[in-house]
């Protein structure tokens, strides 16, 4: 699936951002964005009953669109504070890891704005090693980092695995739908079938315009037309950081991603975060509760750097009336 051009821009984008080699013609399918590439591998690979492990908090498709719509059975790996929103591998049960079939992986992380260290891409290769599952490493956020953090591809460590991207937060292209998937060629021929039978790709105009974006990169660091709007975002980043800890809700700072999770404040949490959330409404304040993510979001909110820095210096302003 996709133009030629497109998938030898895609091969030639991960020569030049990873070092890695991979087939255009079968290691690489084009995907109408990374939503569709996440559901629809699961769709080519899984059968009722089968396990799929997911991160909780996550991205909902991983356990909704992707799991339960193929009757499979979402296993949810709980993404904590205290171990620095990674899924913590060692505590899933054996038996677990037997059935399991695939397993979704999504750092730079949405929610959480957690980044991976490589130690724990190459255990979570390990353990799929020994467990005999392939991982989806979904990496919509790979280019969207700060303070020079560059972030990896988990084909690095094994290209035997399936990444997904797509050029919605690398272009700002989300409307365009435009993804790509890159690695195990089954995997990949797998998902081509399925989708031969569902749609008929992405607009050729649109892989053309993300073929340009993609031949800005020189090196693996970001060219120009990305390093610019990332410094918007970062700007934004670092408004929201200290406006909510100078009004004392205390609040780390990502090293990734447009978002910002963070618990709710000491002095609401004997309420969920959905009625949190309500309160912050009634003061034309709107960001998204944890547990929209699942239920180890509970507790914690997220709020998108997608407002320019005069609304959110006006949004800090009117949570301080609340929590103050
Ligand atoms: C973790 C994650 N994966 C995949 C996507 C889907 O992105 P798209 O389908 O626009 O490429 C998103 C979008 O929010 C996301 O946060």
């Not at 193929?70 to 949810?76: F, G, W």
Request: charged residues 25%; hydrophobic residues 35%.
């Amino acid at each position: 699936m996709g133009e030629d051009d497109f998938r030898e821009a895609i091969a030639r984008w991960y020569k030049v951002r990873f070092n890695m080699d991979f087939d255009p013609n079968e290691e690489i399918s084009n995907v109408i964005g990374g939503k569709e590439g996440v559901a629809n591998i699961a769709r080519a690979f899984i059968n009722p009953g089968d396990i799929v492990l997911c991160p909780n908090p996550g991205y909902p498709v991983y356990e909704n669109g992707a799991t339960k719509l193929s009757d499979a059975k979402p296993y949810s790996m709980p993404l904590l504070k205290e171990n620095n929103f990674l899924a913590d591998l060692d505590s899933i049960d054996r038996e677990i890891l037997k059935k399991a079939k695939l397993m979704y992986l999504n750092y730079p992380n949405n929610p959480t704005g957690a980044i991976a260290p490589k130690e724990f891409l190459k255990k979570a290769v390990d353990y799929a090693d020994d467990y005999n599952f392939y991982i989806i490493y979904d990496n919509p956020y790979s280019e969207f980092t700060f303070d020079d953090y560059i972030a990896p591809s988990i084909l690095q460590i094994d290209p035997n695995h399936v990444e997904i991207n797509s050029a919605s937060k690398m272009f700002n292209m989300t409307g365009f739908r435009c993804g790509w998937t890159v690695g195990n060629k089954d995997i990949i021929e797998g998902l081509r079938k399925i989708k031969s039978q569902i749609d008929s790709g992405c607009p050729k105009f649109i892989q053309r315009a993300v073929i340009k974006g993609l031949n800005e990169y020189k090196s693996e660091k970001k060219p120009e037309i990305i390093e610019r709007t990332i410094k918007t975002y970062q700007r934004c980043r670092d408004i929201l950081i200290k406006g909510l800890n100078d009004i004392g809700w205390t609040t780390d700072k990502p090293q990734a991603t447009f978002y910002i999770w963070t618990q709710i404040p000491k002095k609401y949490r004997d309420i969920s975060c959905m009625d949190f959330v309500k309160k912050l409404i009634e003061i034309g304040v709107v960001i998204t509760p944890g547990i929209g993510f699942g239920q180890y979001g509970e507790g914690f909110v997220r709020f998108a750097l997608t407002q320019p820095e005069e609304r959110i210096l006006e949004a800090i302003e009117r949570i301080s009336t609340l929590i103050n």
